[in-house]
């Protein structure tokens, strides 16, 4: 890429990327101004709703292909260059290392090096080169659309950051948005009334709720989030991030509080949101440590030339992505980088020193921003929010609480990954460790259809931030896209069976449903198998690895990880038991549910008579995830998906790092040795899952009910969901009960006291006052009024009407006047 | 010779006279009488002193006005007298006392 190539390119995909981001909302604005108006059995809202955000998937698919092209990725080169997985699995990583070694330090020199390294490349002449440094920024395109305020050199602005993983995220969430909304039309059908009947809502005489069909406002809704998530994507900067964070959070209330006339759904709606408050918390702290100590937001600026404003990547990373610290304890501190050879310097005393940061606030830092991904995507402690979320409507599950806003979460982390030093991303693979597990045990005896799915996406969420945890950036992004796509058919799959059964969720009274709905017992087939990590083992087809579906690479990936990062520290072995374990617990709930559901004697023959198969404007989404489901990680860890994952991957995660000792993260060269080993083991432990929930739900060769009951206690504890709900009650809720009663006895007691005082004292000085004013005040003014009265009364008596009188009158007081100026006045 | 003094002292008769006429007399006519007494007292006390004292020829004038007064005076007077006469029957001011406090 040239320079005039790479500013015509990144122009190119800004504009793709940023209508295909605009469309939903202009979509919201079109259907909630105009469907209020407008009829209500119209579907023209979801035609509206599935044109932008289909238009959105063609912009983003045609921007993948532009980026592929751009970053010379040859993405096929796995089938078309390469005969084993062997060479298939060893080349992602000496491609790129290749390709980006020549320009590892100097960006703007970069440029003209690219095309040249990466047209000659040959995977087995780069071997020597196994561990160099990925550059991610050189092919990523930063910039500015919007200016919000600049405090003198600090700036803050709507940016926009497009790299691979931007891209691919923008493919995977319009695809997944536009299955969605199609299914959705049909899902939603029964709202296309004037005349609603809610039959889970009682009026005060008895009857059924009625309202208005609300269309129109779901596929708003619907596309007022996909615009959030895709701005959240696209953003260039963390603050800008967290806007979008927030949006997404306010759609989310306003989706699981659809219905929200149900007392229910409200409370999901208001636990989702306050739930997500709390991590949002720590993500405003981390961000005013950034703004603090950084100055800026940006996570990169990737303007050619070296002296322009750095971002956050650039500025806490070398550009070998090497953190650089100072001193020991709490007097560590990190270096702040500039950009290309220059240093960030800044003036202390008399001299000139690199710029630094204090080591544990940037731990700090990152905790705050990972405290905002816990909320987002349900993890230990703050999961309990998602499990209540499927109040919502079906295809908000799939689409919100599972496959796109729950991913955020570890889009962030994956994206913030520069900033996050080893400690804090060993707290990550913790979290991620022990919610994959919570996840997984309650899932097994939950018996609503949504409740499984809910608890597996909790569950393999925490596989995702495990994987990033222990250092396997790729491993959990591939999985995301991976689950999203699954996740997303297996959520689709339960609304058709949910919709077939008219609103019956509970796996209990299903059963037998696979003669009545062949279409979805089997696409929800493909989702099983993919999320539980099944292959054929030893079945290799040459180029396309093991014969599988998506989620066995990535689970493969994930297991992978953890075991090279437990053999390095043995102390977290954990870490990859843990996850190991429950790859059978996974496969295991899957198959219950799905032989709970399609198979075996119908349970409750008045739900199976009237069950039916979806119509075709439901089943054709399914066809259309279960084909990605299956087939989006061909090819594996040398597949197209995980190459283009691992082309942005950040520079210092291929080679390997550690913080000391005791704490080191493994290299892509440790990983691969581990491979072989993690896929054995993951995939037998996988299938020793399916068989037991074969033998439990599918043959019935053990009787559930038996193992229930000799298990009991356990069993009560994981349908009470590990007791989280009234572990928080009685830790946060009770707690502030109580704190509110002594606050209202300290109301009544002293406060309403005090006021009562007040009071009795303001009508005692009143009293005294109104006694002064009649008692002295009205006196006085009295006396004044009774002597006037008293004088006129008294002069009454001279106005007699003589007229002759009154002319006696004058003469006298006219003789007198005379008499009186003669005797008193001086002569 | 006929002095200032002279003049006073008619003048002063005259008004006298007008006083203790509009005093004693119980006809409405009759304190009308007395009221044109004073006035023409008054008025030969400013002739007098436009004649002897400074006044000059203002002394006549207000003189003219004092007449032209007591006439438009003595007008009204008469038809309030006239009307009393209508509604009493009598011009006798003592029963006119409806004013009294």
């Known amino acids: 890429m040239s320079p005039e190539n790479y500013i015509q390119i990144g122009t190119t995909l800004k504009w793709l990327l940023t209508t295909a981001w605009l469309l939903p909302l202009v979509g919201f604005m079109i259907e909630i101004l105009g469907g209020y108006w407008s009829d209500r059995t119209s579907k023209t809202p979801a035609y509206i709703a599935v044109g932008c955000i289909g238009a959105g998937f063609l912009l983003s698919l045609v921007a993948l292909f532009t980026w592929v092209d751009a970053a010379d990725m040859n993405a096929w080169s796995a089938f078309t260059g390469s005969e084993s997985q062997a060479v298939a699995h060893a080349e992602p990583a000496d491609h790129y290392a290749g390709e980006e070694h020549v320009h590892a330090d100097d960006h703007a020199h970069s440029e003209g090096g690219h095309a040249e390294a ?472 899957m198959f219950r549910m799905w032989f709970m559901t399609f198979f075996g004697k119908p349970k409750d023959l008045h739900v199976y008579d009237h069950a039916h198969e979806s119509p075709s404007v439901m089943t054709a989404p399914l066809f259309v995830l279960a084909f990605f489901a299956a087939f989006c990680a061909i090819g594996g860890e040398g597949g197209p998906l995980a190459k283009l994952i691992l082309s942005t991957e950040p520079a210092h995660v291929a080679v390997g790092f550690s913080e000391s000792a005791s704490l080191s993260f493994p290299s892509h060269h440790q990983i691969h040795a581990n491979h072989a080993t993690a896929g054995a083991v993951a995939l037998l432990v996988a299938l020793t899952g399916t068989l037991l929930a074969y033998l439990f739900y599918g043959r019935q060769v053990v009787d559930p009910g038996k193992v229930k009951s000799q298990f009991l206690p356990i069993h009560q504890f994981l349908k009470e969901k590990w007791t989280f709900d009234e572990l928080y009650d009685a830790m946060w809720v009770r707690p502030v009960h109580v704190v509110s009663s002594w606050a209202v006895a300290f109301d009544k007691n002293v406060l309403d006291w005090f006021l009562h005082y007040l009071a009795r004292l303001t009508v005692g000085i009143a009293t005294m006052d109104r006694r002064f004013d009649e008692l002295v005040v009205d006196r006085i003014v009295n006396v004044f009024g009774e002597v006037t009265f008293s004088a006129g009364k008294s002069l009454r008596a001279v106005q007699t009407g003589q007229l002759r009188q009154y002319i006696m009158f004058i003469a006298v007081g006219v003789v007198s006047l005379f008499v009186m100026l003669f005797v008193f006045l001086p002569r | 010779m006929v002095t200032l003094n002279s003049y006073l002292l008619v003048a002063a008769v005259l008004f006298v006279c007008g006083v203790v006429c509009m005093a004693t007399k119980r006809n409405g006519i009759g304190i009308l009488m007395g009221v044109e007494l004073v006035l023409n007292g008054a008025n030969i006390n400013l002739i007098a002193f436009s004649k002897f004292g400074t006044l000059g020829i203002d002394g006549q004038v207000v003189a003219m006005f004092v007449i032209v007064l007591a006439a438009a005076e003595a007008a009204v007077a008469l038809a309030i007298a006239l009307n009393f006469y209508n509604n009493h029957l009598t011009i006798d001011v003592d029963q006119a006392s409806e004013l009294k406090g």
């Open chain 1, 118 to 589: 990466g047209h000659g490349h040959d995977a087995n002449a780069h071997v020597e080169h196994h561990d160099q440094p990925n550059n991610p920024l050189a092919t990523a395109f930063s910039g500015t659309y919007y200016k919000l305020g600049s405090f003198g050199t600090l700036l803050v602005s709507l940016d926009y950051y497009i790299d691979g993983l931007t891209v691919l995220m923008f493919a995977m969430v319009t695809l997944i948005a536009t299955c969605i909304h199609i299914f959705a039309i049909g899902y939603m059908s029964d709202e296309l009334t004037t005349h609603y009947e809610d039959h889970q809502v009682h009026t005060s005489d008895g009857k059924h709720f009625h309202r208005n069909g609300r269309f129109y406002r779901f596929f708003a809704f619907l596309s007022l989030f996909c615009f959030s998530m895709l701005g959240l994507v696209l953003a260039g900067n963390i603050f800008q991030v967290f806007i979008f964070w927030e949006l997404v959070g306010v759609c989310s209330y306003l989706l699981i509080g659809f219905y929200v006339e149900r007392k229910s759904a409200s409370t999901a709606a208001n636990k989702a949101f306050i739930m997500n408050r709390l991590g949002d918390f720590g993500f405003l702290i981390g961000l005013m440590i950034l703004w603090t100590w950084f100055g800026t937001f940006q996570f990169a600026n990737t303007e050619p030339g070296t002296n322009a404003q750095p971002g956050l990547f650039q500025m806490i990373r070398t550009a070998e992505g090497d953190l650089e610290t100072v001193g020991e304890g709490m007097d560590k501190v990190a270096l702040i980088q500039g950009r290309g050879s220059n240093k960030a310097l800044v003036v202390e005393g008399d001299k000139l020193v690199q710029q630094q940061i204090p080591y544990w606030l940037l731990i700090a830092a990152g905790l705050g921003v990972f405290a905002g991904c816990i909320g987002k995507s349900a993890q230990f402690p703050l999961q309990t929010w998602l499990p209540d979320a499927m109040e919502g409507p079906t295809p908000v599950s799939a689409l919100v609480h599972s496959a796109t806003m729950v991913a955020a979460g570890v889009y962030l982390v994956g994206r913030f990954y520069p900033m996050f030093t080893p400690e804090v991303l060993l707290i990550i693979a913790y979290t991620g460790c022990i919610t994959l597990f919570i996840g997984a045990t309650i899932a097994v005896v939950v018996t609503d259809i949504k409740q499984v799915l809910a608890y597996s996406t909790i569950s393999q969420l925490g596989y995702m931030m495990l994987a990033l945890g222990v250092g396997g950036w790729m491993a959990g992004l591939f999985h995301l896209i991976t689950h999203a796509l699954f996740k997303s058919l297996m959520f689709l799959c339960s609304g058709s069976v949910i919709h077939g059964c008219h609103h019956e969720q509970e796996m209990t009274k299903m059963g037998g449903l696979y003669k009545k709905m062949p279409i979805t017992c089997w696409t929800m087939f493909i989702g099983v198998v993919a999320i539980s990590g099944l292959a054929i083992p030893l079945l290799t087809l040459p180029g396309f690895g093991a014969l599988s579906f998506s989620g066995y690479h990535s689970k493969d990936a994930i297991v992978a990880s953890a075991l090279t990062f437990t053999s390095l520290n043995p102390v977290h072995g954990l870490l990859f038991f843990v996850p190991l374990i429950t790859a059978g617990i996974t496969a295991f709930y």
